[in-house]
């Protein structure tokens, strides 16, 4: 089937709007993970989702960082308030049991 | 929390010649460890993994090992050809915060691996 999806591919916003970045896991993926990737760095993790159980929010940065995931399945990683630090590629990910398979990633532009 | 230290940073080689890359891990309940390929300008992509239950694992040219008590493992490339080069992280699945289940991945640094023709 169809792997992750994210929209939008690109999103440039102004300091302080807020954004919406959307994630579809895998039809049948459990588990599904935001990380965040700065320009020739590593994986920033996020936030987790496990089916119904609550969520790790161990990763989000500030309180300007909130993701829901509805119905088990499509989530959305809002930032309110953006900041130029903010500005990086949004990557999510999707598994079942094992390994997990990412999406092409949103790239966000903070000016 | 789990903790993953990965090297080198970056590791140049000949087309040809083996390159393998370390990563260690803090958490001794850790189970499962991937391996990942990233190109530029891409996602991650899932190249090998290995559970806890197995030392080592082969894909054609490329392998994984895990000492589970030294809490190591390391990603072994054979014949290294130039569309090889990439970044490479690995990653350790540790239990969440309440020790109740496995899912959440710690990554490593990434090694930028380049392969000269």
């Known amino acids: 089937g169809a792997g992750v999806s994210q929209s939008p591919s690109n999103k440039v916003t102004e300091k302080g709007k807020d954004v919406e970045l959307r994630c579809d896991p895998i039809s049948g993926h459990t588990a599904l993970y935001w990380y965040r990737q700065s320009l020739g760095q590593g994986l920033e993790f996020l936030i987790y989702?496990?089916?119904?159980?609550?969520?790790?929010k161990s990763g989000l940065p500030s309180d300007r960082f909130s993701a829901e995931r509805t119905g088990g399945s499509v989530s959305t990683l809002t930032i309110q308030r953006t900041q130029q630090e903010d500005s990086a590629v949004y990557l999510c990910a999707s598994s079942f049991s094992g390994g997990q398979f990412f999406g092409p990633g949103t790239r966000l532009t903070v000016l | 929390g789990e903790n993953v230290e990965q090297h080198p940073s970056t590791l140049s080689v000949q087309e040809g010649d083996s390159a393998v890359i370390k990563c260690t891990y803090s958490?001794?309940?850790?189970?499962?460890f991937p391996w990942y390929k990233q190109e530029l300008g891409k996602r991650p992509q899932l190249i090998i993994d290995?559970?806890?239950?197995?030392g080592e694992k082969k894909d054609q040219r490329i392998a994984v090992t895990l000492n589970k008590t030294a809490k190591h493992f390391s990603l072994h490339i054979t014949e290294t050809q130039p569309e090889d080069s990439a970044v490479y992280f690995c990653a350790a699945r540790s239990l969440n915060a309440g020790g109740t289940s496995y899912g959440k991945l710690t990554f490593g640094q990434g090694t930028i691996l380049t392969v000269h023709p």
């Open positions: 958490d001794s309940a850790s189970n499962y």
């Open positions: 290995i559970r806890s239950n197995v």
């Open positions: 989702f496990q089916g119904n159980s609550a969520p790790d």
